[in-house]
């Protein structure tokens, strides 16, 4: 009878002992955007097809084929949550353009995810420069890289044609 009391009295520590531990929670895809610190910092872009540029290049990579400027490189984004909106933060980074072009200072944006699918994101692509809200499809996200895509149908008439870019950002350091 004691070895069964015993017996008993453990099986009903241990499960106070299992049920009490906390479970890790998942981070969810909003923790992971907000989650660095720092924010996030563009590390590679790519255009397909090749993005066609005014003088009549083609763009692959967005970084080293003359898409994107030097002072847009360092552009610095955050998401966060506050007075019940999500905000998207456009930091210039330190290379700021002594011409005025690009960010001049930090601007604020908001966000969304899609109603029906977490996947996508209604978001400012940093060196768009527009109010426009853009759809994009993230592609993953984790607390190393948030990597998304979106479709840019270029309506200017010196531009041709209809790109998907895929953007990888990292923490910013």
């Given at each position: 009878?004691?070895k069964?009391?015993?017996?008993?009295?453990?099986?009903?520590?241990?499960?106070?002992?299992?049920?009490?531990?906390?479970?890790?929670?998942?981070?969810?895809?909003?923790?992971?955007?907000?989650?660095?610190?720092?924010?996030?910092?563009?590390?590679?872009?790519?255009?397909?097809?090749?993005?066609?540029?005014?003088?009549?290049?083609?763009?692959?990579?967005?970084?080293?084929?003359?898409?994107?400027?030097?002072?847009?490189?360092?552009?610095i984004?955050?998401?966060?949550?506050?007075?019940g909106?999500?905000?998207?933060?456009?930091?210039?980074?330190?290379n700021?353009?002594?011409?005025?072009e690009?960010?001049?200072?930090?601007?604020?944006?908001?966000?969304?995810?899609?109603?029906?699918?977490?996947?996508?994101?209604?978001?400012?692509?940093?060196?768009?420069?527009?109010?426009?809200?853009?759809?994009?499809?993230?592609?993953?996200?984790?607390?190393?890289?948030?990597?998304?895509?979106?479709?840019?149908?270029?309506?200017?008439?010196?531009?041709?044609?209809?790109?998907?870019?895929t953007?990888?950002y990292?923490?910013?350091?």
């Amino acid at each position: 009878m004691k070895k069964t009391l015993l017996v008993a009295a453990m099986a009903a520590v241990c499960a106070v002992f299992f049920t009490a531990c906390p479970t890790p929670e998942e981070k969810t895809t909003a923790d992971y955007l907000m989650s660095p610190k720092k924010g996030w910092i563009l590390q590679a872009a790519t255009s397909s097809p090749a993005y066609e540029l005014l003088d009549g290049s083609f763009a692959t990579d967005l970084i080293n084929d003359g898409y994107l400027y030097e002072y847009e490189l360092d552009d610095i984004m955050t998401f966060t949550q506050a007075d019940g909106f999500n905000y998207q933060i456009i930091n210039p980074g330190n290379n700021i353009d002594p011409e005025g072009e690009g960010y001049q200072q930090e601007v604020r944006y908001l966000w969304a995810f899609d109603a029906v699918d977490e996947g996508w994101i209604y978001m400012q692509v940093p060196f768009f420069y527009d109010d426009v809200q853009e759809y994009c499809q993230i592609l993953k996200i984790n607390d190393e890289e948030f990597r998304f895509k979106c479709t840019v149908n270029d309506d200017d008439v010196e531009a041709k044609g209809t790109y998907s870019f895929t953007l990888t950002y990292v923490p910013a350091k």
